[in-house]
């Protein structure tokens, strides 16, 4: 069965504190790995799609990873703004085209 | 419009009763998802379309839950029956093709069933 487990469950840290979030997953081919944030209230929010191992992508702040088994979701510097929910998801081959599969997401905080 | 919107933004009912919500997807976007999410959890696929036709339904969780898109751009989620355990947030999203393309999000329709 596919499965995408995100840690930490939570994660506070002082504005400037860098660290990486993770998400690890289990699927009989993976098509895509995808990265959102959601602030409360609203749905989420593209930030990255990884397709295969080794790939990196960067925006602003944040830079995603991915591995055979696992991808990072690197925060260098945070500012308050960062704050949210962080969001993983997974396309499957061997599943429907497209049918995201999520883990339950990582809540981040950031304290000036 | 710039956006994928969705209609209502809250939704208040009672047990037993119908309901619809609605999804207007980015323009030109061929495919359409819908997504439901508990507090706390990530969003659980329910359905997509690709055109007009729903391409894979196996997320609905029962038959009180049917969905439509006659014209291959809105959709709406129809319940019927409402039970509590249907309260969550009902999100839409659309992408310009089905598969890897990135899907984007609607702000959800909150569903309260008393």
């Known amino acids: 069965e596919d499965q995408v487990t995100q840690s930490p469950e939570a994660l506070r840290l002082q504005e400037g504190e860098s660290s990486s979030l993770n998400c690890s997953y289990t699927?009989?081919?993976?098509?895509?790995l995808f990265w959102y944030r959601q602030d409360p209230g609203k749905g989420p929010e593209f930030l990255f799609t990884?397709?295969?191992a080794g790939e990196e992508k960067e925006k602003e702040r944040l830079k995603a990873t991915l591995t055979k088994k696992e991808s990072f979701l690197h925060i260098t510097a945070p500012k308050p703004e960062d704050s949210a929910t962080y969001l993983c998801?997974?396309?499957?081959?061997?599943?429907?085209?497209?049918?995201?599969?999520f883990g339950k997401g990582t809540k981040l905080s950031v304290k000036p | 419009g710039a956006g994928v919107s969705q209609t209502p933004s809250n939704k208040v009912t009672e047990k037993g009763k119908y309901v619809e919500l609605r999804c207007d997807p980015i323009?030109?976007?061929?495919?359409l998802y819908w997504y439901r999410q508990s507090l706390g959890q990530g969003p659980e696929f329910l359905i997509y379309f690709q055109g007009t036709g729903a391409a894979d339904d196996s997320g609905l969780p029962n038959d009180r839950f049917f969905a439509v898109r006659p014209e291959g751009s809105v959709s709406t989620l129809k319940i019927q029956r409402t039970e509590r355990g249907d309260s969550a947030v009902y999100l839409c999203?659309?992408?310009?093709?089905?598969?890897?393309?990135?899907?984007?999000f609607g702000p959800g329709t909150r569903l309260t069933v008393l």
């Open positions: 999203a659309s992408s310009r093709i089905a598969g890897v393309d990135e899907q984007f």
């Open positions: 998801a997974v396309v499957d081959y061997g599943g429907s085209q497209g049918n995201l599969i």
């Open positions: 699927v009989s081919g993976l098509r895509g």
């Open positions: 323009s030109g976007h061929t495919a």
């Open positions: 990884l397709y295969s």
